[in-house]
C-alpha cells in the first residue's frame, strides 16, 4: 500500500488566492483527519469525517477553511482566501476504525503551505 | 489554552545515553497517551502509547512512564542512537471521543 498521499507536496500562493489540499486516504481506512502544524501550537486537529462524514470540525480556525470527503478515497481541505497566517504544514491522516484510539493514525507526508 | 505542553523545545544527547521526553497534560479526563516521532518532510508517525490504567510501557529501547497524579508522562530512550534524531509528539485524549491532542514537539538530536 502506498500510503496516504498527499499533494501538492509544496504550495506557494499569495493573499486573497484559493488553495486546494488534496487527501488520498489508505484503502479501507474509514476515519480521516485533517491536521496543522505550526511552530507555536504543534499538531492541531481542524476536522475528520468517519465514513465521509464530517464529525467534528470545531478546530477549523475561521468560515475561510472548508473541508469535503465526496467519497472514501479522496478528500479536500480549501481555504478561501488564503492569508499569510495560514502558512504552516498540513497533514492528513487515516486510521482503520471508526473509533477505539486504540487504533494507530497513518499520517501523509504533509503539504507545506506558504502564503505569501 | 495547550493541554498537552512539551516545555522543552529541543534536547541533545550523546549517542549510547539516554535520551528523556517530557510531557505534561492538564485535563484530567485524559486516559490514553502516545507518542508519534517525526522526520523532517515526513509525516509523524506512532511510536508508543500507554493507557491511564498502567504507569509504565516498554517496546524495545523505548518506555513511557506515566504518573497520573502529577499529570505527568516522559518518553525514555535508552540507549540513544544518531537514527532517533527526529521531532518526538505527545498526545493525549479522554477516549469519549476520537479526537488526539498534540503538544508542540521536541526535537531531539542524538550526537556521536
Known amino acids: 500500500d502506498a500510503g496516504v498521499i498527499q499533494s501538492p507536496r509544496h504550495e506557494v500562493t499569495e493573499m486573497g488566492q484559493e488553495v486546494t489540499l488534496r487527501c488520498k486516504p489508505i484503502?479501507?481506512?474509514?476515519?480521516l483527519f485533517w491536521y496543522r502544524q505550526t511552530m507555536m501550537r504543534g499538531l492541531e486537529l481542524l476536522i475528520y469525517?468517519?465514513?465521509?462524514?464530517?464529525?467534528?470540525d470545531s478546530g477549523m480556525p475561521e468560515d475561510r477553511f472548508s473541508a469535503k470527503m465526496p467519497n472514501a478515497s479522496f478528500s479536500t481541505l480549501k481555504i478561501q482566501p488564503s492569508e499569510p497566517r495560514d502558512s504552516a504544514v498540513y497533514f492528513c491522516?487515516?486510521?482503520?476504525?471508526?473509533?477505539?484510539?486504540?487504533?494507530?493514525?497513518?499520517f501523509g507526508p504533509g503539504t507545506r503551505l506558504t502564503v505569501l | 489554552d495547550q493541554q498537552v505542553k512539551q516545555n522543552s523545545p529541543s534536547l541533545s544527547v550523546q549517542e549510547g545515553r539516554i535520551s528523556i521526553l517530557n510531557c505534561d497534560y492538564t485535563?484530567?479526563?485524559?486516559?490514553?497517551f502516545l507518542w508519534y516521532k517525526k522526520y523532517p518532510a515526513e509525516g509523524p508517525t506512532f511510536l508508543i502509547s500507554?493507557?491511564?490504567?498502567?504507569d509504565k510501557n516498554e517496546d524495545g529501547r523505548f518506555t513511557v512512564f506515566l504518573n497520573k497524579s502529577a499529570k505527568h508522562l516522559s518518553l525514555h530512550i535508552v540507549p540513544s542512537q544518531p537514527g532517533d534524531s527526529a521531532v518526538y509528539f505527545c498526545?493525549?485524549?479522554?477516549?469519549?471521543?476520537?479526537?488526539?491532542?498534540f503538544g508542540t514537539g521536541t526535537r531531539l538530536q542524538v550526537f556521536p
Open positions: 491522516a487515516n486510521r482503520r476504525a471508526t473509533s477505539g484510539l486504540t487504533d494507530t493514525q497513518y
Open positions: 500507554i493507557s491511564s490504567i498502567k
Open positions: 469525517f468517519n465514513n465521509n462524514v464530517p464529525i467534528d
Open positions: 498526545a493525549a485524549s479522554d477516549g469519549g471521543t476520537d479526537k488526539l491532542i
Open positions: 484503502s479501507g481506512h474509514n476515519s
Open positions: 485535563n484530567s479526563m485524559f486516559d490514553y
